[in-house]
């Protein structure tokens, strides 16, 4: 294994158990990455909001790549590292198209995060983020928005299709992802998680063998596939587990913590 410079990890399902809680062990090794002169950041489909918490236990200023690498800001400064919202008419069309196909959408900006109309997801939702979802009706739908990312929350049985036919319809205009089995997250195209940990190599000289990416779901595959070292946990999916380098122990075996280990050996 090249010598890692920089370690970047999902935060959903890999860095946090199934509880939502930051290991004691996890916060151990980061700390000694940290202090072993490691660049260490967090890669999340979360708004910086809903990440900050759990970057502040680490009492250390670290890069946050929040929106699935659509914002990067410094965990204790606030200071932007890179920011991209979406057009503003094209995320107007799909709040609209996706509510026609049966998405219940939700759009994010100053820093909070909007529905039209709440209802059992977007109150789990809430509850995993640990900040409220506003409902708003309509004016989701006829305001233009300067919105980071947009998540449809899909039934299971209509995931697959409602993926392809968004896909099918802003085909070049956007990008899509997932971090959950009923999520869709829609970005800007070409924004990904680790267009969002280049960027941040670069500003440190670092290249990409020197990197290692740690995840568990569809929005890690960029970044995994790219680092010099792609890390899975246990309880990644199938397709995460394919292109890894590296299986470690699930979220809820600190597996973040077991990889730290095997990059500073």
Sequence with gaps: MNKIKLIVTDMDGTLLNSNLELSAKNISAIKQAIDAG??????????????????????????????????????????????????????????QYGKSIGLHMHGYWGGEVYTDKLDDSSRWYSMII????????????????????????????????????????FRGKVEITSSYPTFLEILTPGLNKWTAVKNLAQQYNIKNEEIMCIGDNHNDLSMLKNAGVGVAVANASDEVKNIAQLLVPSNDNNGVAVAIQKALQ
Excluded: C
Aim: net charge positive; glycine share 6%; charged share 25%.
């Design 38 to 95: 490691i660049i260490f950041a967090i890669a999340t489909g979360r708004m910086f909001e809903a990440a900050v918490p759990y970057a502040k236990k680490l009492d250390r200023n670290i890069p946050l790549i929040t929106y699935n690498g659509a914002v990067v800001k410094e965990s204790q400064s606030g200071k932007i590292l890179f920011e991209q919202t979406m057009d503003e008419n094209i995320s107007q069309e799909i709040f």
């Design 130 to 169: 640990r900040k409220p979802v506003i409902e708003i009706g309509d004016d989701l739908f006829n305001i233009k928005h300067k919105t980071y990312k947009i998540l449809g929350i899909a039934q299971p049985h209509l995931f697959r299709d409602q993926w392809n036919d968004l896909g099918y319809k």
